[in-house]
């Protein structure tokens, strides 16, 4: 089976840069199912193409697998022909580099959409052209997905693919290695619970609002129930966050932010609560652009800083904002960003002293928040942990905001002071925390304050 990728960029032979692969040698490459190949059968300043060719061995792949299926099937398959997860595993190793967007000698060129061809031949269509068609379509692909003859004339499963569109490299080669798998029927040899961090790493940007996500996590986790639940509860989380994008349409919380600069007033009291209760270790959860960790890199006492966020797209904003790894960033090993669900246990957190979840509950789904109160109240051992939310019963001080309606449009819930009070007690009593709960903003006499915040002590 082969992938080709071709570029009319001029000078089209930038493609090996960006590929990191010289198009005037032939790129071999062993793995554990058999081996590939990376040459280049045009390689013009007007037009340059390169191909990857899979040369699997279905020997090597059987006895690698360890597997107690049919045998028959097992040698019988069509994993030497057809492109599968395996052109996945092999992309991920022999572009690397291209797939991490970086280019030693040609970044702006790795950072910029160029004219891309992509053929991918054959391609098991399970689900036929239509779901090609799906699939790639709304990443800006034009799609061509031809079915391929059998030798006895009949239709087969299989499709010659081509896309051509203006994109980044990155996203061409990242669309490819989550797509195909997903088009591939057969069994995955790499299905394990690693699978959600790949899935999210390569296609997190894109795929959190691609209009098939549900079907794509589902078939590339291959219905594994669990494993596929864990993927569409993070990728509903990393849906672009309105309001910290710059393009998002201000919404009320914003309008009324600017006005009032609430969200400097509250990220400066939670750094406050965190410096007050001696810790010397700290993990901003749901760390967005990093403003809390910017205040709290100004905390001589805080030796060890954690950013955790579920948006890769949030925490490369974070990484640029508090200029790590750049001269007059911070110290390397004083700052790092994890990306990681808040639902699930992260063993990157122990030992930490302290935590603060600065405007984060309301963005999680209500029947998702015991998941988080486990994690991050039980398991974790936090010493402090510091939670501001929305103030509900303020709403009604707002112009823009209709009765009942969120102050943000990705809010899952607000809560009133009384239901905040009822979930923080309850929560604190189950972990044996003790609790004060403060306003933050200038309080209104009736409706109280903009924010409300929490402290958890133990
Ligand atoms: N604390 C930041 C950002 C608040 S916006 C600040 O005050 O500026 C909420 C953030 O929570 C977003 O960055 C979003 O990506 C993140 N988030 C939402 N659900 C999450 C989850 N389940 N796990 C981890 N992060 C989550």
Same mark, same amino acid.
């Given at each position: 089976?082969?992938?080709?990728?071709?570029?009319?960029?001029?000078?089209?032979?930038?493609?090996? !840069?960006?590929?990191?692969?010289?198009?005037?040698?032939?790129?071999?490459?062993?793995?554990?199912?058999?081996?590939?190949?990376?040459?280049?059968?045009?390689? *013009?300043?007007?037009?340059?193409?390169?191909?990857?060719?899979? $040369?699997?061995? #279905?020997?090597?792949?059987?006895?690698?697998?360890?597997?107690?299926?049919?045998?028959?099937?097992?040698?019988?398959?069509? %994993?030497?022909?057809?492109?599968?997860?395996?052109?996945?595993?092999?992309?991920? @190793?022999?572009?690397?580099?291209?797939?991490?967007?970086?280019?030693?000698?040609?970044?702006?060129?790795?950072?910029?959409?160029?004219?891309?061809?992509?053929?991918? %031949?054959?391609? &098991?269509?399970?689900?036929?052209?239509?779901?090609?068609?799906?699939?790639?379509? #709304?990443?800006?692909?034009?799609?061509?997905?031809?079915?391929?003859?059998?030798?006895?004339?009949?239709?087969?499963?299989?499709?010659?693919?081509?896309?051509?569109?203006?994109?980044?490299?990155?996203?061409?080669?990242?669309?490819?290695?989550?797509?195909?798998?997903?088009?591939?029927?057969?069994?995955? !040899?790499?299905?394990?619970?690693?699978?959600?961090?790949?899935?999210?790493?390569?296609?997190?940007?894109?795929?959190?609002?691609? #209009?098939?996500?549900?079907?794509?996590?589902?078939?590339?986790?291959?219905? %594994?129930?669990?494993?596929? @639940?864990?993927?569409?509860?993070?990728?509903?989380?990393?849906?672009?966050?309105?309001?910290?994008?710059?393009?998002?349409?201000?919404?009320?919380?914003?309008?009324?932010?600017? %006005?009032?600069?609430?969200?400097?007033?509250?990220?400066?009291?939670?750094?406050?609560?965190?410096?007050?209760?001696?810790?010397?270790?700290?993990?901003?959860?749901?760390?967005?652009?990093?403003?809390?960790?910017?205040?709290?890199?100004?905390? #001589?006492?805080?030796?060890?800083?954690?950013?955790?966020?579920?948006?890769?797209?949030?925490?490369?904003?974070?990484?640029?904002?508090?200029?790590?790894?750049?001269?007059? *960033?911070?110290?390397?090993?004083?700052?790092?960003?994890?990306?990681?669900?808040?639902?699930?246990?992260?063993?990157?957190?122990?030992?930490?002293?302290?935590?603060?979840?600065? $405007?984060?509950?309301?963005?999680?789904?209500?029947?998702?928040? &015991?998941? +988080?109160?486990?994690?991050?109240?039980?398991?974790?051992?936090?010493?402090?942990?510091?939670?501001?939310?929305?103030?509900?019963?303020?709403?009604?001080?707002?112009?823009?905001?209709?009765?009942?309606?969120? @102050?943000?449009?990705?809010?899952?819930?607000?809560?009133?002071?009384?239901?905040?009070?009822?979930?923080? $007690?309850?929560?604190?009593?189950?972990?044996? !925390?003790?609790?004060?709960?403060?306003? +933050? *903003?200038?309080?209104?006499?009736?409706?109280?304050?903009?924010?409300?915040?929490?402290?958890?002590?133990?």
């Amino acid at each position: 089976m082969f992938l080709s990728i071709a570029t009319t960029h001029q000078p089209a032979t930038d493609l090996g !840069y960006l590929l990191m692969k010289h198009p005037g040698r032939v790129h071999e490459t062993e793995h554990a199912f058999g081996r590939s190949y990376v040459l280049f059968p045009e390689a *013009g300043a007007d037009r340059c193409e390169a191909v990857l060719l899979l $040369e699997i061995d #279905p020997i090597e792949l059987v006895r690698g697998r360890g597997q107690t299926e049919g045998l028959l099937d097992q040698y019988v398959n069509d %994993r030497p022909y057809a492109a599968s997860s395996l052109l996945s595993v092999a992309l991920n @190793r022999v572009f690397r580099t291209a797939m991490a967007g970086t280019s030693r000698e040609r970044q702006p060129l790795a950072d910029s959409a160029i004219p891309l061809e992509i053929t991918v %031949r054959p391609l &098991p269509a399970q689900g036929g052209a239509e779901l090609v068609e799906r699939l790639f379509a #709304p990443l800006g692909w034009q799609v061509t997905a031809a079915a391929l003859p059998t030798p006895a004339g009949t239709p087969s499963r299989y499709v010659a693919l081509t896309l051509a569109g203006t994109l980044r490299l990155a996203d061409a080669l990242s669309h490819l290695y989550v797509l195909i798998p997903v088009l591939d029927s057969d069994k995955h !040899y790499w299905v394990g619970d690693d699978e959600v961090e790949k899935l999210l790493a390569k296609g997190g940007a894109w795929l959190s609002a691609h #209009p098939e996500r549900d079907t794509i996590a589902r078939r590339y986790l291959k219905d %594994r129930r669990k494993l596929y @639940r864990a993927a569409l509860d993070r990728l509903a989380a990393a849906e672009p966050e309105a309001g910290t994008e710059d393009e998002a349409p201000l919404q009320p919380e914003a309008i009324v932010e600017a %006005r009032l600069n609430t969200h400097d007033l509250r990220l400066d009291r939670a750094a406050e609560i965190i410096r007050q209760s001696g810790a010397t270790s700290v993990a901003d959860l749901g760390c967005g652009e990093g403003k809390l960790l910017r205040r709290l890199l100004k905390l #001589p006492a805080l030796g060890r800083i954690l950013g955790v966020d579920v948006s890769v797209q949030s925490l490369r904003r974070a990484s640029e904002n508090l200029k790590l790894g750049l001269p007059g *960033g911070p110290r390397a090993d004083r700052v790092t960003l994890l990306q990681g669900a808040l639902t699930y246990r992260d063993p990157r957190w122990a030992g930490t002293d302290a935590a603060a979840l600065v $405007e984060v509950i309301e963005h999680i789904e209500p029947d998702r928040l &015991p998941a +988080v109160e486990a994690v991050v109240f039980g398991s974790a051992g936090f010493r402090t942990i510091v939670v501001t939310t929305p103030n509900a019963d303020y709403n009604v001080l707002f112009d823009g905001l209709s009765a009942g309606a969120f @102050r943000h449009s990705d809010h899952r819930f607000e809560w009133t002071r009384a239901q905040f009070r009822d979930w923080a $007690e309850a929560v604190a009593a189950r972990h044996g !925390y003790s609790l004060e709960i403060e306003g +933050v *903003g200038e309080p209104h006499a009736e409706h109280g304050a903009l924010t409300q915040l929490a402290v958890f002590r133990r």
